[in-house]
């Protein structure tokens, strides 16, 4: 069942918003080579709880930390430890925080001091491919145009979008109806787009294959073939006119 959200409520998940808005950027300061995961986590548990919040992803289904720090060929939902960042990597980092009883859900991928030309262009089309996303989500429209937007920038680039994993629905709960496909799923019937809904946004993009595999911690998400993944997101709210992201400064 797909919750609407009222105007106070959603009032309400921009608070959200601005927490993991607001992490996300001392993240951003904090990534450089020879900081390591488990030093991101601290730095984004510290930010939200001093704001107000609570972690979304801390114990939710057993995941025990704040963030998801995904490096290079990880796509998602890498749990952050002991590993340095190194000059050349990518980092995915996806921030969740709990304001008032809403969620606030967003993610970027960082590069690690000089990257590869590749890396970089990975990194700059799943961006422009969330905010493809987000133009297409509007009222009248259905979600597969959110994602035949993503999927038709991202593999018209060469690259791939990641199927195994999607874009959801968020309020009370971090995952609501809809999912929201990063590429169109054909023969499906497609919720039509309404104002209150609100939605996470969230390209996950591959350099190579669109294939992945869970590693043995049962978490960590890998590209099957090793390329780079790249993730952005954001948590957007439809209305009766532009889309309206969430999760920003």
């Not at 390329?227 to 948590?235: K, P, Q, R, V, Y």
Request: hydrophobic residues 40%; aromatic residues 4%; glycine residues 10%.
């Amino acid at each position: 069942m797909i919750v609407r959200k009222s105007d106070e409520e959603i009032r309400a998940m921009r608070q959200a918003g601005r927490v993991v808005a607001q992490a996300l950027e001392r993240i951003r300061e904090a990534v450089r080579p020879g900081v390591t995961t488990l030093e991101i986590d601290a730095i984004a548990e510290d930010c939200i709880r001093r704001l107000g919040g609570i972690p979304s992803f801390k114990g939710f289904h057993g995941f025990p930390k704040s963030v998801c720090a995904s490096v290079n060929e990880e796509v998602v939902h890498g749990i952050p430890g002991k590993r340095r960042l190194k000059e050349g990597d990518i980092v995915s980092i996806d921030v969740g925080a709990i304001v008032n009883g809403f969620h606030g859900d967003a993610a970027i991928t960082l590069p690690v001091g000089e990257i590869s030309d590749e890396a970089r262009r990975l990194l700059r089309v799943t961006e422009e491919a969330l905010y493809k996303g987000i133009d297409a989500a509007r009222a009248g429209r259905r979600v597969m145009d959110i994602s035949h937007a993503i999927q038709s920038h991202v593999e018209s680039h060469g690259f791939s979008v990641v199927r195994s994993f999607v874009g959801h629905g968020i309020g009370r709960n971090m995952h609501e109806d809809p999912q929201v496909p990063n590429f169109v799923v054909q023969g499906s019937s497609s919720p039509l787009l309404k104002p209150g809904m609100v939605l996470a946004i969230e390209p996950m993009v591959n350099a190579g294959d669109h294939e992945v595999v869970v590693k043995e911690d049962k978490w960590t998400v890998v590209t099957k073939d090793s390329s780079l993944s790249a993730h952005f997101e954001h948590t957007v709210a439809i209305t009766s006119g532009e889309p309206e992201i969430l999760t920003r400064l």
